[in-house]
């Protein structure tokens, strides 16, 4: 069968490779359409420390069942999403009950070959039917990432939520506050994704391009401060902000990663006795409150995807993505 192969950082190609072998308690998927996050940008350019090479991407998925199970559900010809990920059951995430943060986690596309091929072999429990389209379907996995870290942050419709970075896991927290019905700030230097925010239930926007952000939060809280602060950008900057910004009492979620080591006034952790967390992938629960946002047509599908390609096209969207990064929100590969 064919796939879209990650030879080396900068080239990807399409190859043949082995079919799967179908093993017992397993679901053989046809694998329908593939989308493309930051995550696999880096893994095109080499700057993912997880991923060697040779490499099949891929961690968002729609498929269709093609052998299935006894569970109606879950038949063959039924159109399904799933969850990427492993969990061990014997490590101290997964027996808290939080197997997304699974010490020995395999992700699709990134310690593991992942599903830009023609067919997959998937264990039931990983497997999301849902009255979807292929493209929702798709848009499933990359939306439960934020999704995970509002849940991680408590929020209420109570809430005042700030999400700093509008990109495509910043923007699944937006959505996952608006779905809440918190008022929520979605920030960025973007117009275009600050767009595509209102659409998914920003009540407020801020261009720090523009706006300074410290009397522009002050303003839309009543210089109290966001309730939460879910930063998923990554600078060093950006952490200390959520800090900085948040209300006394708040929490403070960060799902991005700092690529460089961050400095703190730590008097702020204590003065204000903050919730800092970390979010990590996401649990089956995200995923079911992801679909019923879906299937209930609250999120600017169309507006959150750049591009559809074929499977032939897909190498040479990946290479004019790595130089111009700016320009893409999203990417899919259709598979048909």
Request: aromatic share 6%.
């Amino acid at each position: 069968m064919r796939a879209l192969v990650l030879r080396e950082p900068g080239q990807a190609e399409i190859a043949t490779v082995s079919e799967p072998v179908l093993t017992p308690n397993h679901l053989l998927l046809k694998v329908r359409m593939v989308g493309f996050c930051g995550s696999d940008l880096n893994s095109f350019r080499g700057r993912n420390p997880l991923v060697s090479f040779p490499r099949i991407p891929g961690h968002e998925v729609s498929a269709t069942i093609v052998e299935g199970s006894r569970n109606p559900a879950l038949a063959a010809g039924v159109d399904v999403t799933l969850s990427p990920y492993t969990s061990c059951g014997h490590c101290p995430s997964c027996r808290r009950g939080r197997p997304n943060a699974c010490q020995f986690n395999e992700t699709l596309g990134v310690q593991r070959d992942g599903a830009a091929t023609e067919y997959i072999v998937v264990p039931p429990e990983r497997i999301y039917p849902a009255k979807l389209n292929l493209k929702e379907l798709c848009l499933v996995e990359p939306l439960t990432v934020g999704f995970h870290a509002v849940a991680r942050g408590q929020v209420t419709a109570e809430d005042t939520v700030a999400v700093l970075g509008c990109g495509g896991v910043g923007l699944g927290a937006v959505a996952a506050s608006g779905f809440r019905g918190a008022k929520t700030i979605a920030i960025d230097r973007d117009d275009e994704k600050l767009n595509t925010a209102r659409a998914a239930g920003a009540t407020h926007s801020i261009n720090t391009t523009r706006e300074e952000l410290h009397p522009r939060l002050a303003e839309l809280t009543g210089g109290r401060g966001p309730d939460v602060i879910i930063e998923a950008i990554g600078l060093p900057e950006t952490f200390r902000s959520a800090v900085e910004e948040v209300a006394f009492t708040g929490r403070v979620v960060y799902i991005g990663y700092a690529k460089e080591l961050v400095a703190y006034e730590t008097r702020l952790f204590v003065q204000k006795e903050l919730d800092i967390l970390g979010s990590r992938n996401a649990l089956p629960e995200d995923f079911r409150e992801v679909i019923r946002m879906l299937e209930e047509h609250r999120f600017p599908v169309d507006d959150a995807v750049s591009s559809i390609v074929t499977m032939n096209e897909a190498p040479r969207a990946l290479a004019a993505w790595s130089e111009n990064p700016a320009r893409v929100k999203k990417i899919m590969m259709h598979m048909d």
